[in-house]
Nanobody, 125 residues
């Protein structure tokens, strides 16, 4: 049974930083691309970042490029999202997800098979 558990969310002031982590179990983690998404109230879930199986290829949504960094540790089955220069518009529930395919970065929401329960990030102005 696959489990993805996010942690690290919280309340931060604009301009601050947070580091989200996702611990994965029950899957062949080192073969699977991982991604981070977020969903704000009243909005659709949106793609933030993806990382390939080896961690040597990443892809970001334009609105987080240069501020967020995705990384993974295949030895610990974890994927991390470092978020800097946070803005109030970054307020959302953040989800990690594992792709339903193996290999490179994956952008499409529908290409992700398993999801965590989400962690709340709130950025105050």
């Amino acid at each position: 049974q696959v489990h993805l558990v996010e942690s690290g969310g919280g309340l931060v002031q604009a301009g601050g930083s947070l580091r989200l982590s996702c611990a994965a179990s029950g899957l062949s983690f080192s073969y699977i691309p991982m991604g981070w998404f977020r969903q704000a109230p009243g909005k659709e879930r949106e793609f933030i970042a993806s990382i390939n199986r080896n961690g040597d290829s990443v892809y970001y949504a334009d609105h987080v490029k240069g501020r967020f960094t995705i990384s993974r540790d295949n030895g610990k089955n974890t994927v991390t999202l470092q978020m800097n220069s946070l803005k109030p518009d970054d307020t959302a529930v953040y989800y990690c997800a594992s792709a339903g395919v193996r290999g490179g970065v994956v952008v499409g929401l529908n290409e992700y098979k398993f999801w965590g329960q989400g962690t709340q990030v709130t950025v105050s102005s």
